[in-house]
């Protein structure tokens, strides 16, 4: 290997923790909800804060953004090599197999806390409402909704790749797409990938702007704007891997990325109503206008920071990063009905919103770690899950047993 080819490798590194960091984030950003100024979710603390929703607004505006790059990046270089079929089988088996199924047993979850939850308030089965009717579009993906639109994402990927190596003999489209990409990869991607996301999203009849990018979990077809966003953001890294030479840039313009995403999520923030969240979709056309603009810049410039902060503190093997880059997968597909049962274990504790959040994602993390080195990493769901098992551990024979 190379010089050059062992340091691209050990920035994947950095991309791999970060992938995991940005799905263990989705446990700090659903214990969040309980604790809004205003109600949106089915667990409703009594304490409440602007300084919740303010950090789910942050968390939000990079993570989902941050992890569909990446999953383009690790998309285009498995498709290159485990070829089509390949490619395709494992992605069935490790993408679309959990969703199918865990879908049902979380959506059970969900349901029995909220049954929980409803009857410790003192509602009966009298005082729901009418159950909605289901159709392809009205389906509550639940949060794994992000396994649903990878799996377009993916199909995108094998289309486009086969066109372009039919159409593309020569190379010039080739050479043009990595042009592209040197170009996104500087001061102005943020502000040129923001455009078709701010059209997108001014396009949005019920836009409500404080959260961004609609998160597509209530049907089959997702909203535009959420297949632009993200999959602008996929597409990115597609270009990336076809780039590894880039990554070294995204290093050095994080610095300046942060900066810009900085001032543009204020400005999207205050432009939203302000970090206690307004809740009705956006009407004034100027406003916005300015708002998406703003979001799409906010959105795009947090996401190659955070890109390129991992690829400089992050590079390099980390035993720790490593098992929890691992793990992150089952934590996700898990998590969201474990965070709801400790949401409601803890509303009416006399404690502080900052404390009962630590004890949630604290909890819950526990929890979810145990049942992943238990029942996951060493058997076939660690294979199944993230295409290897890890054996126990054995003693060495002779070795001192440890005090007891």
């Known amino acids: 290997?190379?010089?050059?080819a062992f340091e691209q490798t050990e920035r994947l590194h950095?991309?791999?923790?970060?992938r995991g960091a940005a799905l263990l984030l989705g446990v700090v950003l659903h214990a969040t909800l309980s604790f809004f100024p205003a109600q949106i979710w089915i667990v409703a603390d009594d304490q409440k804060s602007v300084w919740a929703s303010g950090l789910f607004f942050v968390i939000h505006l990079f993570r989902m953004g941050s992890f569909f790059l990446i999953a383009g990046l690790f998309a285009r270089m498995m498709l290159k090599r485990r070829g089509v079929m390949g490619f395709i089988k494992d992605r069935m088996v490790r993408i679309a197999g959990p969703l199918a199924a865990f879908w049902g047993p979380v959506l059970a979850g969900i349901v029995a806390v909220l049954i929980w939850n409803a009857s410790l308030m003192g509602l009966a089965a009298a005082d729901a409402p009418p159950p909605p009717k289901y159709d392809w579009t009205n389906i509550p993906?639940?949060?794994l909704w992000f396994l649903w639109v990878l799996l377009w994402f993916y199909a995108a990927l094998v289309i486009v790749q086969a066109v372009v190596a039919r159409l593309d003999r020569?190379?010039?489209?080739?050479?043009?797409?990595?042009?592209l990409a040197g170009g996104l990869i500087g001061p102005w991607g943020p502000l040129v990938l923001s455009a078709p996301l701010a059209l997108a999203l001014w396009f949005e009849p019920n836009w409500i702007a404080f959260f961004g990018i609609p998160t597509p979990d209530a049907g089959l077809v997702p909203e535009t704007s959420a297949l632009v966003g993200f999959g602008l953001a996929f597409g990115v890294g597609v270009l990336l891997d076809r780039r590894r030479d880039l990554l070294k840039r995204m290093e050095v313009w994080a610095p300046a990325w942060?900066?810009?995403?900085?001032g543009a999520g204020t400005t999207a923030l205050m432009l939203s109503g302000g970090p206690a969240p307004v809740l009705t979709p956006m009407t004034d056309p100027a406003t916005k206008a300015m708002t998406?603009?703003?979001?799409?810049?906010?959105?795009?410039?947090?996401?190659?920071?955070?890109?390129?902060l991992a690829l400089r503190f992050w590079s390099g093997r980390s035993a720790l990063r490593r098992y929890l880059a691992d793990a992150s997968y089952w934590i996700y597909i898990v998590h969201l009905p474990l965070v709801m049962a400790a949401q409601v274990v803890v509303k009416d504790w006399p404690l502080l919103w900052p404390v009962k959040?630590?004890?949630v994602v604290?909890?819950?993390?526990?929890?979810?770690?145990?049942?992943?080195?238990?029942?996951?990493?060493?058997?076939?769901?660690?294979?199944?899950?993230?295409?290897?098992?890890?054996?126990?551990r054995k003693a060495r024979v002779g070795a001192p047993l440890a005090a007891e």
């Not at 603009?293 to 390129?308: L, N, P």
């Not at 526990?366 to 126990?392: D, I, K, Q, S």
């Open 1 to 4: 290997m190379t010089a050059s």
């Open 14 to 18: 950095g991309l791999d923790g970060l």
């Open 141 to 143: 993906l639940t949060h």
């Open 170 to 179: 020569a190379g010039r489209l080739g050479r043009g797409l990595d042009r």
């Open 258 to 262: 942060l900066g810009l995403a900085l």
């Open 292 to 308: 998406a603009a703003a979001f799409g810049v906010a959105t795009y410039a947090s996401m190659f920071a955070v890109v390129g």
């Open 357 to 359: 959040l630590m004890i």
């Open 362 to 392: 604290v909890g819950v993390m526990a929890v979810c770690l145990a049942g992943y080195e238990l029942t996951v990493r060493h058997g076939f769901m660690g294979r199944w899950l993230n295409g290897r098992r890890v054996p126990w």
